[in-house]
């Protein structure tokens, strides 16, 4: 496709649960970047993947968060037995060659709610 | 902490106005670059500007860069009705990560 996409759009699950939240890149696009937003507030930046280098997890707010991307292409956000506090917006961007050169293209996110 | 801080939180004028709004950084950067984020929407970037310009112009657009007091203001000249959304200001350090940080943005609204 044009652009970033994002899936699923919306998720609702309950306190506990594992959910996957998955994000394809521009085609071509070497940088990806998972970002969480909530209700109101700024960006809070999770992980970057660049190439095949090791990607920079600094971000990443607990251990039951994970991420992986495969063939430098498509990347999946897992969080296991989730809480209400996961509550947010996940967004995914991708980039030619990462923030510092360059702008991000970001997706329509996906909504996660935790009852 | 956050990279880019945005002020005013909230800003609401009339329609034909001008709106300003401001970004402070912490850390050298090598550009700065806005983004508008539309209610339940993506972001979608606005405008880059490098450490070595003062100022840049994209149609209505208007960004300046004041390094020596880290510091970048966006100007929407003639606002719209469409103008209505989040605006944030971010920076990837100079050094290290090339993750781009964000601000809080300011919530602007364009009243007809």
């Known amino acids: 496709g044009a652009g970033v996409s994002q899936s699923p759009s919306n998720k609702v699950t309950e306190k506990g649960k594992d959910v996957e939240l998955r994000c394809d890149p521009i085609s071509g696009h070497t940088a990806l970047y998972w970002y969480r937003q909530s209700l109101g507030q700024g960006l809070e930046f999770l992980i970057y993947f660049q190439g095949n280098s090791a990607p920079d997890k600094s971000g990443l707010p607990s251990d039951r968060f994970s991420a992986e991307r495969t063939g430098g292409s498509v990347s999946t956000l897992t969080i296991q037995r989730t809480q209400q506090e996961d509550s947010a917006v996940y967004l995914c961007?991708?980039?030619?060659?990462?923030?510092?050169?360059?702008?991000?293209?970001f997706g329509e996110g996906s909504r996660l709610t935790v009852l | 902490s956050q990279q880019g801080e945005e002020d005013p939180q909230a800003l609401s004028i009339q329609e034909g106005e001008n709106a300003t709004m401001n970004c402070s950084y912490k850390t050298s950067i090598n550009n700065l670059q806005w983004y508008r984020q539309n209610s339940g929407r993506g972001l979608v970037h606005l405008i880059l500007i490098r450490s070595n310009e003062r100022e840049k112009h994209s149609g209505r657009l208007r960004v300046t860069l004041d390094t020596s007091k880290k510091s970048s203001s966006l100007l929407i000249t003639a606002s719209r009705a469409a103008d209505t959304a989040s605006y944030f200001c971010a920076t990837p350090p100079l050094e290290g990560a090339q993750k781009l940080v964000f601000g809080q943005g300011t919530r602007l609204t364009i009243n007809p």
């Open positions: 961007a991708s980039s030619m060659a990462g923030g510092r050169t360059g702008e991000l293209f």
